[in-house]
């Protein structure tokens, strides 16, 4: 099993910044690759970016490309997302997720966290 805790959600303005956090605990962090999904009210959660288990391969979706940044510290056991350039169509709970592979498929990932909010004002 592997617990997932997100952090960092909040109110920013359009334009603003907001870094995320996940805290993993139980098995080995680094066996893992994580993503980052979002799920806005009345719509089906979504890719946001996932990173390898190594930090050496990261991809994102088009929607948050150029914006948005994954990076991980094994040592840590933490995974993060720097978010820039902030749109009111951000505003969402983020999920943090683990699995085998850096995948875009959220039925890829086999342990998620709760979610952090993340509202974007206009």
């Known amino acids: 099993q592997v617990q997932l805790v997100e952090s960092g959600g909040g109110l920013v303005q359009a334009g603003g910044s907001l870094r995320l956090s996940c805290a993993a605990s139980g098995r080995t962090f680094s066996n893992y690759a994580m993503g980052w999904f979002r799920q806005a009210p009345g719509k089906e959660r979504e890719f946001v970016a996932t990173?390898?288990?190594?930090?050496?391969?990261?991809y994102y979706a088009d929607s948050v490309k150029g914006r948005f940044a994954i990076s991980r510290d094994n040592a840590k056991n933490t995974v993060y997302l720097q978010m820039n350039s902030l749109k009111p169509e951000d505003t969402a709970v983020y999920h943090c997720?683990?699995?085998?592979?850096?995948?875009?498929?959220?039925?890829?990932?086999?342990?998620w966290g709760p979610g952090t909010q993340v509202t974007v004002s206009s």
């Open positions: 990173i390898s288990w190594s930090g050496d391969s990261a």
């Open positions: 997720a683990a699995g085998p592979r850096a995948e875009s498929h959220r039925y890829e990932y086999d342990y």
